[in-house]
């Protein structure tokens, strides 16, 4: 049987016990079914958390180095960025960014243009920042 150890209406951990004994430590824990870390506990009985919104989902992604986006786009895509940067009318501010960015932040407006200038979505962008920080070079 699974059981919850629950602080402020939150489950903070959940263990197996035997239905015959539980642990000192656990009594008074509640029986927790489903529930895992992060469930809530209501009226209701457990509640699983609410899903976090994209844009915070976004902001715990972490920045990856030129290197690592380069490489996981490949030379198909950063070509196309390479096009964007050539051409007469991009600005000076942002082919210094494509030439000389330390990191890429997943948050910033600059990589949402670059995205957007991809035909990325939000989803494949997160994927591509997610697969990204795998490569080391």
């Known amino acids: 049987m699974r059981i919850a150890q629950v602080e402020d209406g939150v489950v903070v951990n959940v263990i197996e016990v035997s239905p015959n004994h539980w642990p000192d430590f656990a009594k008074g824990w509640p029986q927790a079914g489903e529930a895992g870390p992060g469930w809530v ?58 030439d000389n960015a330390a990191d890429w932040v997943r948050t910033s407006q600059n990589i949402a243009f670059f995205g957007h200038l991809l035909g990325y979505t939000d989803d494949q962008m997160d994927a591509l920042f997610r697969a990204a920080a795998q490569v080391r070079a």
């Open 41 to 98: 506990v209501s009226g209701k009985g457990f509640m699983p958390p609410e899903p976090r919104p994209a844009a915070e989902l976004r902001a715990s992604i972490p920045p990856i180095s030129p290197l690592q986006g380069i490489l996981t786009l490949g030379e198909k895509e950063w070509g196309k960025v390479l096009a964007y940067r050539d051409h007469a009318d991009t600005t000076w501010g942002e082919r210094v960014i494509i």
